[in-house]
């Protein structure tokens, strides 16, 4: 997709050449001082970028946009919690002012920064997203994009429309070793791979039950809750915990099992499945989560499955890694993990292919700066599909039956049960914006 054949957005009040040349100038609209690069040199862009949720994924964000060369500055960061925002402050540099919002709309209001990464409660990333490419930002959003179905269509639906760029959290797309490692299976040298398994094997530790209680002095908790339904704060509905509740996350298959997912996924070269097959629950848990602690998902394609398996209650090597994708072929098997990505042919002994390191935050910014969708390696057209996946399993997981998946309608055929999955009840206020 390029930008002739995409709208701009209605409110947006960045052109292309009104962005570039402001960038050009390096010096800010509204709300900063001039940013200063190191050794005064003059940029030819300088990207302005806000960090919304600076939990613990957006300090991170924080250092790794604030450290990608002088051409990206984080010039804001946005989150309902004061000891969040502080927290982020202390880790971004100091030699410029950083804005500091409780509330995302006013990033948005913002027309001096041009890009924002979204780093909140699952929940909340469709709705920002959209939101801000409304107002002609350019989105780096954290996986799972989408906390449903339809969130994930309305999302890539928005990106394509008025042409920005949006990147999906999914970083291993980045990674040179996971994409030589691809490149193998596209060249056929696994032979013909009819199964890959994305597995999700680790140790996560109860929660504990949590009493009901006031929120934390100073804290925005309507603001945090959202589209969600109010109800009383408790400390396990709170900061990383609230992945285990089906109103804010996404379980572990949309926190951690997304990016085994999304390898074995892009490693058939596969979209949305035919059917699903799930089972789940808590075998290991007997605490506040409402998530499952094991279980097993069959994605079925016509060629090839796709399985996922988690265990949270296991914390020892298994398969050669803990979290990976093992991709099995007529030739032998190829293994994606954490250790890296090895091949082992029939009777052969396995090797390893490699690759540098590159920075999805960088990727994410030389697309902005080449104003150019195409080159971002996770982009939010690729993204959500493994999102929905995701979904597909929990949705399988939650109704225990096998279910049909209409692919063009993006609903289940035979089932209302999954079909109601499918969206959830906005609270009045925090409805998702139409497009
Ligand atoms: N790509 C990766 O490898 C990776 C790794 C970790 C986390 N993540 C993702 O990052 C996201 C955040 O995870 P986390 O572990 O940092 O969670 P967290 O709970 O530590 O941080 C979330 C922050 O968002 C803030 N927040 C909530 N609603 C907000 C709103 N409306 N506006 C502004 N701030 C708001 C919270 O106060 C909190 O500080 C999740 O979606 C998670 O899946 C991705």
Redesign the pocket.
Known sequence: MNNTQSERSPYSIWSRRRMLTTLGTGIAMTGFGPLILPGGASPNAQIRHAV?????????HCKQFSGIGPDCRVVAI????PD?RRLALEVLPRDFPVEEQ???RRILDNPAIHTIS?????H??TK?AVEAILAGKHVYV???CCHNIFEGNLLVRAANKYGKCVQH???NRSSESVRNAIQFLRDGKLGKVRMAKAINHQLREPIGRAPESDPPPG?NYD??L?PAPKVAFTRNR???N??WFWDY?TGDM??DGI?QVDIARWGLGVGLPDTVTAAGGQLFYNDDHETPDTQVVTLEYEHCYLLYEMRLWTDYPLEGHDNGVVFYGDLGKLDIGRKGCFVTLIDKQPEQISGQDASHARNFIDAVIADDPSKLTAPISEGYISAILCHLGNIGTRVKQRLLFDKERLQFPQSDDANRLCSRDYRDGYQLPAL
């Open positions: 919304i949720g600076s939990g613990r994924q957006g300090r991170s946005c989150d309902v919690d969040q409780e509330d995302y979204i780093a909140t409660p699952d909340w990333h920002i954290e996986k799972p959290g999914t970083q804290v603001l945090w959202g709170w900061h990383y609230w992945h996350g949309g926190n990016h």
